[in-house]
């Protein structure tokens, strides 16, 4: 039998549901045509799982590419996340019907609290209103209309909050993860608490690509800089969400086939720093 494509397996979460590897991430794809253009080629080319979010505003778009596939929907595996702002039990549960609504949906794979404070407010203590939503969620859950739960952007401690005053450990802890950007007390915490860790900006939103590092090892491997970066991520065990609006790189980002050296691995851990540009 062949054996399957690494980017056609599956991690399993704490709880037995599977998650791809490598799911489709969204942030900064534009609602309308960009957005379901992009995740009708992804579902085209077998990414199996898109992660969206309320405040990208493109889950209608999403949705209607979902639909418009003709994939089983047991067959996909979709995230989306209550907003950063929301930390209120009552405005949590409409802001979930609404993200059903907008992707047309009766049910959601993973739901994440998408920040422990609002974007405007980073580090702001919300511990009860993180509670509060989380709550929120374990219901949703317990009803069946998600399949698992988890948070975004949480550090450790604002994941042993919820540990302290909920009942189900998050399945899930999405946090920005890519080559030089050291994560690794949220990674071993997570890991002692089966919580599993989902990488988005996998390229560094792109910046990574021109590092000569990542540059002089794709070419060791015959392959792309986004593809080591990749590939790298799956060799440290998580999964990851590489966005494109670009088919070429919307098919390169799923060849993933290959297998970095631990010399190369140990290269590549020597880049450190976040080439993030927030401005
Ligand atoms: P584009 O969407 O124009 O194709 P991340 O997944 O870390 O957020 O990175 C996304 C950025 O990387 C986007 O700017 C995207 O551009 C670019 N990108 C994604 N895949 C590739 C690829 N295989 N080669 C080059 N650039 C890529």
Same mark, same amino acid.
């Given at each position: 039998?062949?054996?399957?494509?690494?980017?056609?397996?599956?991690?399993?979460?704490?709880?037995?549901?599977?998650?791809?590897?490598?799911?489709?991430?969204?942030?900064?794809?534009?609602?309308?045509?960009?957005?379901?253009?992009?995740?009708?080629?992804?579902?085209?080319?077998?990414?199996?799982?898109?992660?969206?979010?309320?405040?990208?505003?493109?889950?209608?778009?999403?949705?209607?590419?979902?639909?418009?596939?003709?994939?089983?929907?047991?067959?996909?595996?979709?995230?989306?996340?209550?907003?950063?702002?929301?930390?209120?039990?009552?405005?949590?549960?409409?802001?979930?019907?609404?993200?059903?609504?907008?992707?047309?949906?009766?049910?959601?794979?993973?739901?994440?609290?998408?920040?422990?404070?609002?974007?405007?407010?980073?580090?702001?203590?919300?511990?009860?209103?993180?509670?509060?939503?989380?709550?929120?969620?374990?219901?949703?859950?317990?009803?069946?209309?998600?399949?698992?739960?988890?948070?975004?952007?949480?550090?450790?401690?604002?994941?042993?909050?919820?540990?302290?005053?909920?009942?189900?450990?998050?399945?899930?802890?999405?946090?920005?993860?890519?080559?030089?950007?050291?994560?690794?007390?949220?990674?071993?915490?997570?890991?002692?608490?089966?919580?599993?860790?989902?990488?988005? %900006?996998?390229?560094?939103?792109?910046?990574?690509?021109?590092?000569?590092?990542?540059?002089?090892?794709?070419?060791?491997?015959?392959? %792309?800089?986004?593809?080591?970066?990749?590939?790298?991520?799956?060799?440290?065990?998580?999964?990851?969400?590489?966005? %494109?609006?670009?088919?070429?790189?919307?098919?390169?980002?799923?060849?993933?086939?290959?297998?970095?050296?631990?010399?190369?691995?140990?290269?590549?851990?020597?880049?450190?720093?976040?080439?993030?540009?927030? %401005?």
């Amino acid at each position: 039998m062949k054996q399957m494509k690494e980017f056609q397996q599956n991690y399993v979460l704490s709880n037995g549901v599977k998650l791809p590897k490598i799911g489709f991430g969204t942030w900064q794809i534009k609602p309308g045509e960009e957005a379901y253009e992009s995740v009708t080629l992804a579902l085209k080319h077998g990414y199996k799982h898109i992660d969206t979010a309320a405040a990208y505003q493109n889950e209608k778009s999403v949705g209607e590419a979902i639909r418009d596939s003709g994939i089983k929907r047991e067959d996909i595996f979709i995230t989306t996340k209550l907003p950063a702002e929301i930390k209120d039990y009552d405005t949590a549960k409409k802001t979930f019907l609404q993200s059903l609504e907008n992707l047309g949906l009766d049910y959601i794979d993973l739901y994440l609290i998408h920040a422990p404070w609002p974007w405007s407010e980073m580090g702001k203590d919300c511990r009860e209103g993180n509670v509060a939503v989380y709550k929120a969620m374990e219901e949703f859950y317990r009803e069946g209309k998600v399949r698992a739960i988890g948070v975004s952007n949480f550090s450790p401690e604002d994941i042993d909050n919820i540990l302290e005053h909920c009942e189900i450990t998050p399945h899930a802890n999405q946090i920005g993860y890519f080559i030089g950007l050291d994560q690794s007390k949220t990674i071993d915490y997570c890991d002692e608490k089966e919580i599993f860790v989902i990488a988005y %900006s996998p390229l560094g939103i792109g910046y990574l690509l021109s590092n000569e590092k990542i540059i002089k090892v794709a070419k060791t491997y015959e392959v %792309s800089p986004a593809q080591i970066c990749l590939r790298y991520l799956l060799q440290k065990g998580v999964a990851a969400l590489p966005k %494109s609006v670009h088919e070429k790189r919307i098919v390169e980002n799923t060849r993933l086939d290959f297998v970095i050296k631990p010399e190369d691995m140990a290269f590549l851990d020597t880049i450190k720093g976040d080439p993030r540009r927030w %401005s």
